[in-house]
């Protein structure tokens, strides 16, 4: 430790180390170039000066990275780990150390980010089909996405499926009494926004009368019942219902699956397969579904296509999948997933197979066979004769005592109430843990016999993983080799820069990273009692007062576990305070046309009607058509949704005007914060005209995107809109406070990140870090303007955290389009920026604060060698099609083939520019065929304007 201190106090401090571009000699190189001479100049012109913060932001002083690990020590130490044997949709799991460590905790995963270039995301992509295919497998179902954000919203999410699917059948939804209580809290919350009717009633009794338009099945239910649902389901197709099974994975290894019973949907959780229990999530949901719903599928669907070369390749398959492309047309507001604990969850299963995966099936059946024989033994009522992995037991008055004896055993047991305990086992049980826990009953074990077996009419007798993934690798070094190849596919953040406009892929710093697999804080059961987690609701409440003071609101909740969901909780409220004040007709929802695609959807979702205004000609709202919309729809006006900095990388300067405007008529502003990255330190939402916002942990405060999630989206919003914030699922009463995801604190797992990250940068450090973000923004601008026009510019010319390269003249000119720009970068060993949003045939592009002056150079040299390329084009040397830019990317494969037929040099085709052979990138597979993999299911997009009449938003 005295090392470790010493190291620390001579070192440069953590801000020096996040912050790429720190050397005094390279921000003056940057400066020269954007043509100031001090950071603060440039910051000073660019932001306006009227949401400008009047003080530094009020943060405790920067620590070490011993420090701060030292902090989140004492933090672990006040929690309590446990036996967790709560159930209720959680359970604790084995996360294999080779997943663990090559997964988890590896960079080359958690630093990916979405497969949307999907030349450099193989790995990755392999992986999540694995995650499919498993999920299909397992629930007997032919088509299942790559997975979405926890079971209760994904159980929500089928519900509106259900309901779009089935128009010809308005009538209720009606869920089993016998489903997850977090689930049910959540699928009403969203029907009253919506209004549609939900009724829960027990459906082993039959079903309910009335028009039904689906029906809603727990396989195992929460007290863990298990009987045939085929009677039940079969009955409400000769209604005219839908139906969809939320069903446990780990169980239908056991069990008869959904498909097989003829349900249309599965839902559920892959969180027993390898994932922590981490206080709620994340974990990775899943649904499958029955041919003809594909369509209407939410979150990501990966599918098999092809290269230039023929070579079989993977691709995100079926576009309508990416919802918020589809703006107020989205039949879901999804948009980020849990795509590393999904393929955590894949691998636990590669590793495992089939047997491997029956056999813990077995035992944990086994331990909840003899715990109900021995209690039934000892005279108590064991409620259910067939069930999988949890026993409830009537124990009139005893409840409270017995789950008080079974903690000091060092066991976290089920309370239902006062008369009924719920004892779950799961992979860990143990035949010691057994005893312990009927102790606690005053019980001891007897041998279960045949007793308490399931019924033969739901036993599963068909096969599942028989693909040979599923049955190679069983040594640890089998799958170690496994993971890496894949790993080697791919091109993440541990590679190279990832300059992606809009999505901020900055450092993840590893000491920020350490903390998540902690037992202390990864083993802790979501509904433990409050005595054993003291430690993790004092880092949470410690980090909501941080983003509090950050965003200038009055109230922060981290439950949101996606931005679109943070996006969702924030007009729920608004909503919900219009009610409050009887204005129940205040509905409609401005939202300008450059918006992020996911607030027309979250919108819709809210209960709200769109209503689009126009972007005028220099990229900022159109005022004549916003004050035109305010006043026709003023005395039905809910809010306006607004992004700032804008999507087009600008700090537009009539942002209070805009928000004045929508108070003055009674409305609310909702202040989109993804790019809260060009804000922290220098601006406050919540005090320039926000009433509510969104934040995205996984953008500006370093939780990693994944690959595609996990997410955080916190919540934050005024004093008067804190009664209608995200209530706890579990204990809901319907009241103002809906809840948006499963667990009290959602994602909570992956707080200790952005947690570590506000302690080791500190205010300044912070606001550092913005100006730094701003700094690199422009010097790329500014260097790449005279050979791609930044399309948006604010104050002075200048940027905000990202700019827009536009290529459209030079597509006119030459046919190169923007998407061979970003293949061909791939041959310089970048991933490319976004591709075509805001604006078709552009680049966005996103330097961050992280990136290194040497990193940055690379990626503008790089351009500029390719807007060479451009020229040869133009000039004649060889025709677009037979250019490097069309051709690209190129394999290692094409560049040795004796067949080489191209019209420019082999070394210019796969060692461009300044590329360092010795470590050169080559892409596993080229150009992919995108229509190929979709089998020509391809979601042709109109633009935003079509859709303003969204009655049909939730049609296909």
């Known amino acids: 430790?005295?090392?470790?201190?010493?190291?620390?106090?001579?070192?440069?401090?953590?801000?020096?180390?996040?912050?790429?571009?720190?050397?005094?000699?390279?921000?003056?190189?940057?400066?020269?170039?954007?043509?100031?001479?001090?950071?603060?100049?440039?910051?000073?012109?660019?932001?306006?000066?009227?949401?400008r913060q009047d003080s530094p932001l009020a943060l405790a002083p920067a620590l070490s990275e011993v420090e701060a690990l030292a902090e989140l020590r004492k933090l672990a130490a006040k929690n309590k780990t446990a036996v967790q044997m709560i159930g209720q949709g959680y359970y604790d799991t084995v996360t294999p150390?080779?997943?663990?460590?090559?997964?988890?905790?590896?960079?080359?995963?958690?630093?990916?980010?979405?497969?949307?270039?999907?030349?450099?995301?193989?790995?990755?992509?392999?992986?999540?089909?694995?995650?499919?295919?498993?999920?299909?497998?397992?629930?007997g179902l032919p088509i299942a996405n790559a997975s979405l954000l926890d079971e209760a919203t994904a159980v929500a999410e089928a519900v509106l499926l259900m309901r779009r699917a089935n128009k010809k059948n308005e009538g209720k939804t009606v869920l089993d009494a016998d489903c997850l209580p977090q689930t049910i809290a959540i699928v009403k919350g969203r029907a009253e926004a919506l209004g549609f009717e939900v009724e829960v009633a027990d459906l082993a009794q039959g079903l309910p009368d009335g028009d039904i338009n689906g029906v809603v099945l727990q396989q195992p239910g929460v007290s863990g019942r298990v009987f045939d649902h085929s009677g039940?389901?079969?009955?409400?197709?000769?209604?005219?219902?839908?139906?969809?099974?939320?069903?446990?994975?780990?169980?239908?290894?056991?069990?008869?699956?959904?498909?097989?019973?003829?349900?249309?949907?599965?839902?559920?959780?892959?969180?027993?397969?390898?994932?922590?229990?981490?206080?709620?999530?994340?974990?990775?949901?899943?649904?499958?579904?029955?041919?003809?719903?594909?369509?209407?599928?939410?979150?990501?669907?990966?599918?098999?296509?092809?290269?230039?070369?023929?070579?079989?390749?993977?691709?995100?398959?079926?576009?309508?999948?990416?919802?918020?492309?589809?703006?107020?047309?989205?039949?879901?507001?999804?948009?980020?997933?849990?795509?590393?604990?999904?393929?955590?969850?894949?691998?636990?299963?590669?590793?495992?197979?089939?047997?491997?995966?029956?056999?813990?099936?077995?035992?944990?059946?086994g331990h909840a066979r003899t715990l109900a024989a021995s209690l039934k033994a000892a005279g108590l009522d064991v409620l259910h004769t067939s069930f999988f992995d949890t026993v409830t037991v009537s124990v009139p008055g005893k409840a409270a005592a017995i789950v008080a004896a079974a903690e000091q055993k060092g066991i976290n047991l089920r309370s239902i109430d006062a008369d009924t305990v719920g004892i779950s086992t799961d992979e860990t049980t143990t035949t010691a843990i057994v005893a312990d826990v009927l102790a606690a009953f005053g019980a001891t074990a007897v041998e279960a016999g045949d007793g308490f077996a399931l019924e033969t009419a739901v036993e599963r007798s068909s096969a599942y993983l028989q693909h040979p993934v599923f049955n190679t690798h069983r040594s640890e070094t089998q799958l170690?080799?496994?993971?890496?190849?894949?790993?080697?596919?791919?091109?993440?953040?541990?590679?190279?820069?990832?300059?992606?406009?809009?999505?901020?892929?900055?450092?993840?710093?590893?000491a920020e990273m350490e903390a998540i697999s902690w037992p202390e804080f990864a083993s802790i059961h979501p509904f433990a009692p409050d005595s054993q987690t003291a430690g993790w609701r004092e880092l949470i409440a410690d980090l909501e007062g941080q983003l509090t003071e950050i965003t200038g609101y009055d109230q922060v909740?981290?439950?949101?576990?996606?931005?679109?969901?943070?996006?969702?909780?924030?007009?729920?409220?608004?909503?919900?305070?219009?009610?409050?004040?009887?204005?129940?007709?205040?509905?409609?929802?401005?939202?300008?046309?450059?918006?992020?695609?996911?607030?027309?959807?979250?919108?819709?979702?809210?209960?709200?009607?769109?209503v689009v205004v126009a972007t005028a000609a220099d990229g900022t709202i159109d005022h004549a058509d916003l004050y035109a919309k305010i006043e026709a729809n003023k005395d039905a006006l809910s809010c306006i949704m607004i992004t700032y900095p804008s999507t087009h990388g600008v700090y537009d300067g009539d942002v209070r005007e805009v928000c004045d405007a929508v108070h003055a008529a009674g409305g609310q502003v909702y202040v989109d914060g993804a790019n809260l990255n060009a804000l922290v330190g220098l601006a406050q939402p919540g005090k320039f005209g926000g009433d509510v916002s969104h934040l995205n942990l996984h953008k500006t405060f370093c939780i990693p995107h994944g690959g595609g999630g996990p997410g955080v989206g916190p919540v934050a919003a005024k004093a008067h809109l804190a009664p209608f914030m995200p209530g706890d699922a579990a204990t809901w009463t319907e009241g103002n406070d809906v809840p948006i995801s499963a667990s009290r604190f959602g994602s909570a797992g992956v707080l200790p990140i952005s947690w570590a990250y506000v302690k080791l940068m500190g205010g300044a450090g912070l606001t550092e870090a913005t100006k730094s973000a701003l700094l690199a923004a422009n010097y790329v601008a500014a260097s790449?303007?005279?050979?791609?026009?930044?399309?948006?510019?604010?104050?002075?010319?200048?940027?905000?955290?990202?700019?827009?390269?536009?290529?459209?003249?030079?597509?006119?000119?030459?046919?190169?389009?923007?998407?061979?720009?970003?293949?061909?970068?791939?041959?310089?060993?970048?991933?490319?920026?976004t591709l075509a949003f805001p604006v078709a045939g552009t680049l966005m592009v996103e330097p961050t604060e992280s990136e290194d002056l040497g990193e940055i150079d690379r990626f503008i040299k790089a351009m500029i060698a390719i807007r060479g390329e451009i020229d040869q084009v133009a000039n004649g040397d060889f025709t677009v099609q037979n250019s490097p830019l069309r051709n690209a990317p190129h394999t290692a494969a094409a560049a040795i083939s004796s067949d080489w037929d191209r019209a420019y040099p082999r070394e210019q085709a796969v060692f461009p520019g300044h590329t360092h052979k010795q470590d050169k990138y080559f892409p596993p597979v080229g150009r992919i065929d995108g229509a190929a993999g979709d089998r020509n299911l391809v979601c042709s997009c109109p633009p935003l304007e079509a859709f303003e009449d969204n009655t049909a938003a939730f049609e296909n």
């Not at 988890?104 to 990755?124: D, H, K, M, N």
């Not at 007009?571 to 450059?594: F, K, M, T, V």
Request: with cysteine.
């Open 480 to 510: 170690l080799r496994y993971i890496r190849k894949l790993s080697d596919r791919d091109l993440a953040l541990d590679r190279t820069m990832i300059p992606l406009g809009s999505c901020t892929m900055k450092l993840n710093a590893t």
């Open 232 to 365: 039940v389901i079969a009955a409400a197709k000769e209604r005219g219902a839908l139906v969809t099974v939320a069903a446990d994975l780990l169980a239908l290894t056991l069990i008869t699956p959904p498909g097989e019973q003829g349900a249309d949907i599965a839902v559920g959780t892959a969180q027993r397969f390898g994932v922590p229990l981490f206080y709620g999530g994340p974990h990775a949901a899943y649904m499958a579904v029955q041919k003809g719903l594909e369509r209407s599928l939410p979150g990501r669907l990966v599918g098999v296509s092809k290269d230039s070369a023929g070579v079989p390749a993977y691709r995100l398959a079926l576009q309508t999948r990416e919802q918020h492309i589809r703006r107020e047309k989205a039949t879901s507001n999804i948009c980020t997933a849990q795509a590393l604990l999904a393929i955590v969850a894949s691998m636990y299963a590669v590793y495992h197979g089939p047997e491997g995966l029956k056999a813990i099936a077995e035992t944990a059946h």
């Open 784 to 833: 790449l303007n005279d050979f791609f026009p930044v399309l948006y510019t604010g104050e002075g010319g200048l940027v905000a955290h990202e700019c827009i390269l536009d290529l459209r003249e030079l597509t006119a000119k030459t046919g190169v389009t923007a998407e061979d720009v970003a293949k061909r970068l791939i041959d310089y060993g970048f991933h490319a920026p």
């Open 557 to 610: 909740s981290i439950q949101p576990n996606a931005g679109s969901q943070g996006e969702l909780a924030g007009l729920l409220a608004i909503r919900g305070y219009h009610r409050s004040r009887g204005d129940e007709q205040r509905n409609i929802c401005l939202i300008p046309a450059s918006a992020h695609g996911t607030n027309a959807a979250s919108a819709v979702l809210a209960g709200m009607k769109v």
């Open 1 to 51: 430790m005295e090392f470790l201190l010493t190291v620390s106090s001579a070192s440069s401090s953590f801000v020096d180390r996040h912050i790429g571009a720190r050397r005094q000699a390279d921000v003056e190189a940057m400066l020269k170039a954007v043509g100031y001479d001090t950071l603060d100049a440039l910051v000073d012109t660019a932001v306006p000066n009227d949401i």
């Open 97 to 139: 150390p080779v997943i663990r460590r090559n997964i988890l905790e590896a960079p080359a995963w958690y630093t990916a980010y979405t497969p949307y270039q999907p030349e450099i995301s193989q790995g990755r992509l392999e992986a999540l089909l694995n995650f499919q295919t498993m999920v299909q497998d397992l629930t």
